[in-house]
């Protein structure tokens, strides 16, 4: 339960948070926020200030529809965003979300980022897995029924997490073929899951430590809140608090939030909480 960033091991046995920077105009929560050099440093300094372990930077959005980009304006947003990252924060773990491995050369040669969070957990691209194992990064495979263009228009499961759990069972085995060792895996709430999906699986999530490598739970503000709750993104901080307290009772390893400083609190008083449980 540990992987490496910036040359240390970061230990997964205590649960961390990782901050999402959207540097895209169009992402479902705070699409267009973060667009300047600016307004990226400030919410890159943000994330780390409110106590979370790793920054996933974004670029692609992957909201249900969202529009298809080019791979050179996926790499023109990363390089003003990750040039003033490093510069100013030389020491902070950097993930960023791609599932493209000519976005991931790129990244690692120039920037030298720590993780890759693939929504496609390297189905995607015949050569995803041999540029991540190349690049000796940590990997985040994440499971995802269809495209973001298409993922909910009828996702259909016999049972959704014993399905997941196979998927993941394949493609672990050929990730660990390819020689990647460090390796997460995100159940991709939301990716072509029903309401009722998106539910079971945080509801069930122990039955993934029977893969026996970290889970990422990312609820924060999603569709299963709002829709559910008949409110906005915006008013989905309680729900995304109570999932994830729900996840880290279940297992999980990592929160992916919006919200740092409240996952953050919310881990330390499962943890305390937990402790008096042992």
Do not use: W
């Amino acid at each position: 339960m540990t992987i490496t960033c910036k040359g240390k091991l970061l230990d997964l046995n205590y649960p961390v948070v990782m901050g999402i920077l959207n540097i895209t105009p169009d992402s479902f929560y705070d699409g267009g926020l973060y667009l300047t050099k600016e307004q990226i440093l400030l919410r890159a300094k943000q994330i780390v200030n409110e106590g979370a372990e790793i920054i996933d930077v974004g670029a692609y959005s992957s909201r249900p529809g969202a529009a298809n980009i080019s791979v050179n304006e996926e790499l023109n947003r990363l390089d003003n965003a990750l040039t003033v990252i490093k510069k100013e924060m030389p020491d902070a773990c950097i993930s960023v979300d791609t599932f493209r491995p000519e976005v991931v050369q790129k990244v690692v040669q120039n920037f030298n980022v720590d993780i890759i969070n693939d929504i496609y957990a390297g189905t995607a691209s015949k050569n995803m897995l041999e540029t991540i194992a190349n690049n000796n990064v940590a990997y985040i495979m994440m499971h995802m029924q269809g495209t973001p263009q298409n993922m909910q228009t009828n996702p259909q499961y016999d049972d959704v997490v014993l399905d997941i759990i196979k998927f993941f069972s394949e493609r672990i085995n050929k990730a660990v073929n390819f020689g990647i060792n460090d390796i997460i895996i995100d159940p991709g709430l939301g990716f072509g899951k029903l309401l009722d999906h998106n539910f079971q699986i945080i509801s069930r999530l122990d039955e993934f430590k029977i893969i026996d490598y970290p889970i990422l739970v990312g609820v924060s503000r999603k569709s299963m809140i709002y829709k559910y709750l008949n409110i906005s993104p915006q008013e989905s901080l309680t729900g995304t608090i109570s999932l994830n307290t729900i996840a880290l009772n279940k297992g999980a390893n990592i929160l992916r939030v919006h919200d740092v400083k409240e996952a953050v609190e919310t881990i330390k008083i499962v943890n305390k909480i937990n402790n008096f449980a042992n």
